[in-house]
């Protein structure tokens, strides 16, 4: 990759900001210490560290430091905070838009004995806290819904389930490995019980997340050996990870504002072009969506096609990272009602801290031309 493609999947994962990098770089050689080595500066010193990056981490979110547990990413925290609600018996409430992370987690957790609803969205992806609300039974011990999409970008109406979940007395668990850092999320506001997210979707390191709990003694460790992070999550510290994690939230508090309204501006003039260009493109998902992503229905009977032939000058993807050989067609666009031939024919666009507009000048341009044209733009 001597000349790189532009860069459009930030929802897959989003590079480290150099500033992050920079943080983290002495805690591999100079401050390389054991935050768990109690008797010496070169624990103490990553004991701090440990500890900022965790205030940083907490700002973000609206939390308390003693609230952030550190994993090795989304996925370990969402199978720490679902395992641990359904350590109690009973029925929890989901969606069939939500990450596979999820979906496969309670998928396993019904092998166990758990049922679970999955909600139907509209076809805007949707989701209503009255279909919520109805879903509730005597048996119901958690709902768990994303806070926005990683395919279509659609924010769901998490202060609304959030107060459904008081209301009933049951838990509010949240994958919002998509919204941390992009979008204002509030533990407090949204009344948010678990909450699952990851460094490396907000220009952190790969390999590093957090799970927000408001009271810890609601979790039951998933990997013990040691007492680390309270007792939840043994093993030692992965500190240049959880160091750049910190830095990293700490840039997203200060920035994340005007960074979503330039992205916004971007992704719209980047919407309504392609929607003016290629008759028969459509958006997928409603209005409410985070500011950097939208995924469009191309008039191209095969996106898989078409990113391999732009590959040279576009690093694009049909919908969520392709996690095995085979990627299936999206669930989650077949969950919003679009048929096989549809589904085929979406491609997401997530945009980011390093997009520029002269990227979506040209990234415009290839797509327009490859459709229109049939070949990629010399
Ligand atoms: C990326 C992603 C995950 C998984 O995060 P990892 O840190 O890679 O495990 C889970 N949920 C959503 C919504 C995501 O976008």
């Known amino acids: 990759m001597d000349h790189q493609p532009i860069y459009l999947d930030y929802n897959a994962t989003t590079p480290c900001d150099p500033r992050v990098v920079e943080a983290m770089l002495p805690y591999f050689t100079q401050y390389f210490g054991n935050p768990a080595s109690a008797d010496h500066q070169y624990g103490w010193k990553a004991k701090d ?27 370990e925290s969402i199978n720490l905070g679902l395992k641990s609600i359904a350590a109690k018996a009973g029925h929890i409430i989901s969606c069939k838009t939500e990450h596979k992370a999820v979906l496969d987690t309670l998928a396993y957790l019904e092998t166990k ?28 011990i958690a709902v768990a819904i994303m806070y926005a999409n990683n395919e279509t970008g659609v924010i769901h109406p998490v202060k609304e389930i959030g107060n459904i979940t008081r209301q009933h ?19 407090e506001r949204d009344n948010i019980d678990l909450m699952a997210f990851s460094s490396h979707k907000l220009y952190g390191p790969k390999g590093v997340g957090a799970l927000y709990t408001r009271q810890r003694r609601t979790l039951f460790a998933q ?14 510290l992965n500190m240049p990870g959880i160091v750049g994690f910190g830095k990293a939230a700490a840039i997203c508090a200060l920035e994340m504002q005007q960074e979503a309204q330039r992205l916004s501006a971007l992704r719209d003039q980047l919407e309504q072009t392609m929607l003016q260009q290629l008759p028969g493109a459509s958006v997928n998902g409603g209005h409410n969506r985070l500011p950097h992503v939208t995924n469009l229905l191309l008039p ?79």
Do not use: W
């Not at 560290?49 to 996925?75: H, K, N, Y």
């Not at 969205?121 to 279909?131: D, K, M, R």
């Open 49 to 75: 560290a440990a500890d900022e990056a965790r205030e940083q981490i907490a700002a973000l979110i609206g939390a308390a430091a003693g609230q952030v547990i550190f994993t090795s990413g989304a996925t």
């Open 113 to 140: 004995g758990l049922s679970v609803t999955y909600l139907d969205t509209n076809e805007s992806g949707a989701l209503s806290p009255a279909a919520v609300e109805a879903a509730v039974t005597p048996d119901t």
């Open 169 to 187: 007395n049951i838990a509010f668990f949240c994958d919002a490995t998509q919204a941390v850092g992009k979008i204002n999320v509030d533990v």
């Open 223 to 236: 990997q013990h050996g040691g007492s680390h992070e309270f007792g939840l999550r043994s093993g030692t």
């Open 300 to 378: 191209h009977p095969n996106a898989e096609q078409l990113l391999l032939s732009l590959s040279a000058h576009l690093a694009l993807s049909r919908g969520s990272a392709c996690s095995g050989l085979v990627q299936q067609p999206s669930h989650v666009l077949k969950a919003m009602g679009l048929n096989d031939e549809q589904v085929y024919r979406a491609v997401r666009f997530s945009l980011g801290r390093f997009t520029s507009g002269n990227d979506i000048d040209k990234a415009m341009m290839y797509i327009t031309h490859a459709i229109l044209h049939g070949e990629p733009a010399g």
